[in-house]
Structure formats: structure tokens, C-alpha cells
């Protein structure tokens, strides 16, 4: 293992957030937890294309720049990352096959569950309206336009790029809204029983689904509502995560596995729908193309976005499942055996390891003004043009 870093020594890290952002309340409740000391830096867009785009590649939020002047992306790697570096209180189970699906579910709350949240924020009028308008002084508040028409912007691209341009028709979406409520009843009966998902302390499967569960469908008036109505555990396990500290943990504390009858509703869900999401989408990858059909029992999600990074999910998936022992693997068989086979389809190379090796060092180039430009108006999309990719 590399030298770990010191995270009490000198200045604290810098996090740089946005407040209704899905992945940087997963990304905060997960520092705090671990009792990192970090600074908080709302973005904006000259933050996103000087500072963060500048030094990762990646015009999107969360980052982290470390102390020593390096940086990290992306929550999966990053929380990883993170718990490596600072083993104490850990939220990986130490059993191989808990261990393997509770990072199973992380990224199916970081891949999947994304859809349905952004349909509860953008698809109701109050929440529209009031989103609209926070992202938009959160985010183009440095923008010389009205904060009415910044928020018209962003919940217009939102919408048109990540929900009707990504599988939203009038026959998933009855799916689509389903998906959050169908979600809410599960933890609740889980949450009911324990403190968190997995027992008397948090694990990687809360931090993953705490992503969605934190700041869209616990913040935002129209789902928020539903959850206070219809999940009251699930309310109180939101503020219970975002206030916990490894410190207070009764050292005695264990994960349970994924025995309770509520898990199983996600684990069909990861069998019937996510688990075939991420092998279409690495065979439309491989083969070239843009857009795929997704096939479900119960519905098809047409043209749904192909996506690298999502070829490195399942790779990182595929390396777990592949280093279980032989039992170790049985016992997953087993687990998913009342749904049919299990199958992680055949072994894909993203190309992507290096990339999210971390820590990254800072970039050296400075930005031309027309690729200044063109970040400031449209972005980095899901995947990183050529164009865009830094000199090897």
C-alpha cells in the first residue's frame, strides 16, 4: 500500500460541493463520519472550469484537493480511497460476500437510482421551480443572466439531457416514479429494525443510498413529503447518518449480512435490472454504439445513454466477484439462485483504472480561452471527448 496520508496534519483537505447535489451529500456525510477535517468549497462555474476541470478532467462535483496539493474524483474510488488511508471505523464489511454486495448496492444507488430522483425533482411543479432557481444561483450565480432564467436553464438541460434524452417515455415513466416509493417502503422495514442498513453501524450500501435519500428525495418538497408521510425511519435515518461519528460507534458493533426479507427487493432489482443495465451498456460500449435498449421483465427502457465510466463499474464489479474464493462465490449463486442465474457477463477492460488511481497530481497545463469557453457553456457531458483528455 502507498504511504498513508495524515488527514490531522497540517491544513484540512478542501471539498468542492454543491449544496442539492446528490453525490456531495454522500461524499460530506461519509467525511464526517470519519471525522476528516475538510474545508467546504461551493462551486460555481469559474470554480468548476479553473479549479476543479483544471485539475481532474472532470467539470462535476464532488472533488477533493488533499492537502499536499493533489487531488481525487469521484465518490466510489474516492470513499475507497478514503477508508484505505484511515481504517478506523471502516464501512466495508469484513465479511467477502456482505463486502461484495453492499458495494454492489452502492453502485446501483450511484447509477441507477439517479433517474428516479431527478423525476421526483424536476417532474413537480414546486420542486421544479425551487430547484430551478437554488442551482441556479448556486451554480451560475457568477453569470451576468436573471437567477430566473439561470434556473429555467438548468432545469431544462436537466431534464431534456438525463430524463427524456435517457429512457423517460409515457411507458417507463409509471417505473420511473414507482422506483423511489418502491425503495422507501424496503428501507423502511429494514430501518425499522436497526439503526442502519446493515446493523448498529453505517456501511458503504447507507452511504451509497444516502446519495439519492439525502438530497433529493429527503430535501426536496414533493418527495421529502412522501418520505415524512410513508417512511418515517428512513427520515430519521437520513439526520442519523449526517450527524453519526465513527468515534461514538460501540466498537462491538458488526454488520449484519443481507438476510432480512426487505433486502429483497433490491436484490431483484440488481438481478432483474441493474446487473443487465451494466452489461448492455458495456456491449453497446465495445460494439460502438451511442445509445441501447434496455430489456426489463416488467418494461424497456429505450435509448438509454452508453457510458464509459459505467464499463469501469462493472469491471471494479467483476474484480471483486473474481478475488471471492470459490465458496465465497457459491454463497452469491446461492443468494440470487430464487431469481435465476447470477452472471457479471464476460471480464471488460474500461481503460479507466489509471485514471481514478489516486491520488492525481495537479495539472501543469493551462487552459486555452476557447476550451474555457466551451466548458462554461455546456459542461463536461457523461464521458470526456478526445478533444478534452489530457497529453498522455
Known sequence: MSKQYDFNCGEPLTAYVADVSYFSGKLEAYLRYKEVPYHRQTINVNIMVNEVYANTRMMKMPAVKLNDGKWLKDTTPMLEWFDQQKQAFSIYPEDPVTHFLAVLIEDYA???????????????????????????????????????????YIAERQIRTYLKGDGLTKETEPFVKKHYTDMLESMQEILSDSPYLLGDKPSIADFGLFGPMFRHFGLDPAPAKVMIEKAPAVYEWLARLWNEKGSSIDKKAKFNDFSHPAWEY????????????????????????????????????????TVHYRVYCLEMLQKRFNALSSKDKERVHSIFSRFGSFDLGENVNSGLTKEFTFPIKAATEELKPLEKLLLTATGTPWDMPKWLKPKA
Not at 413537480?124 to 457568477?142: A, S
Not at 433490491?266 to 460500449?285: G, I, M, R, T
Request: net charge positive; charged share 25%; hydrophobic share 40%.
Open 110 to 152: 450511484d447509477e441507477w437510482c439517479w433517474r428516479s430522483a431527478l423525476y421526483w425533482r424536476w417532474n413537480f411543479p414546486e420542486t421544479k421551480k425551487l430547484l430551478g432557481q437554488r442551482i441556479g444561483q448556486e451554480i451560475l450565480g457568477d453569470w451576468p443572466i436573471p437567477s430566473k432564467l439561470a434556473g429555467w
Open 266 to 305: 433490491f436484490l431483484k432489482e440488481l438481478f432483474d435490472v441493474y446487473l443487465p443495465f451494466l452489461k448492455a451498456n458495456a456491449q453497446a460500449w465495445d460494439s460502438g454504439q451511442k445509445r441501447f435498449d434496455l430489456v426489463t421483465p416488467v418494461v424497456t427502457y429505450p435509448k438509454l445513454k
